[in-house]
């Protein structure tokens, strides 16, 4: 995990309004309003990397002033559409979503339901999809 955010910080586009890490207490209390406990892997991210802009790929926020890509109304709307409870989505892709669940593998769930696209760890994702994938 640590390769991966080391590698996604050095691609950091620089943008008139940067994001901003989320506290702890933050992520602590987005898991308590969600109901999900995020994978450990998850939370390392959410406090090391998610305010890197890399790409077209907006993955899902902590902070509630990010706007659209804040994770509770995503998650709730992810969930409103199929997607189950017991998975978290991390990123919206045109109605689509990549979601973790709590082994921590990275699952695809199409606006069609379930697929069988996966990645063993956040770690592979973020190499192969967000950054692979530009």
Same mark, same amino acid.
């Given at each position: 995990?640590?390769?991966?955010?080391?590698?996604?910080?050095?691609?950091?586009?620089?943008?008139?309004?940067?994001?901003?890490?989320?506290?702890?207490?933050?992520?602590?209390?987005?898991?308590?309003?969600?109901?999900?406990?995020?994978?450990?892997?998850?939370?390392?991210?959410?406090?090391? /990397?998610?305010? +890197?802009?890399?790409?077209?790929?907006?993955? =899902? #926020?902590?902070?509630?002033? $990010?706007?659209?890509?804040?994770?509770?109304?995503?998650?709730?709307?992810?969930?409103?559409?199929?997607?189950?409870?017991?998975?978290?989505?991390?990123?919206?892709?045109?109605?689509?979503?990549?979601?973790?669940?709590? /082994?921590?593998? +990275?699952?695809?769930?199409?606006?069609?339901? =379930? #697929?069988?696209?996966?990645? $063993?760890?956040?770690?592979?994702?973020?190499?192969?999809?967000?950054?692979?994938?530009?």
């Amino acid at each position: 995990m640590d390769d991966a955010i080391t590698e996604l910080r050095s691609l950091n586009e620089p943008v008139a309004k940067p994001l901003r890490l989320p506290t702890d207490k933050e992520i602590e209390l987005v898991e308590k309003e969600l109901g999900i406990e995020f994978h450990p892997d998850y939370k390392k991210y959410l406090s090391k /990397a998610s305010d +890197v802009i890399y790409g077209v790929l907006e993955p =899902a #926020t902590i902070p509630p002033e $990010s706007g659209h890509t804040y994770i509770v109304p995503l998650a709730k709307s992810a969930w409103q559409s199929g997607v189950p409870k017991d998975l978290i989505p991390i990123a919206e892709d045109n109605g689509d979503y990549y979601c973790m669940d709590q /082994a921590g593998q +990275v699952l695809f769930w199409s606006h069609n339901g =379930a #697929t069988s696209e996966k990645w $063993s760890s956040l770690a592979n994702w973020i190499q192969e999809v967000w950054i692979g994938g530009e």
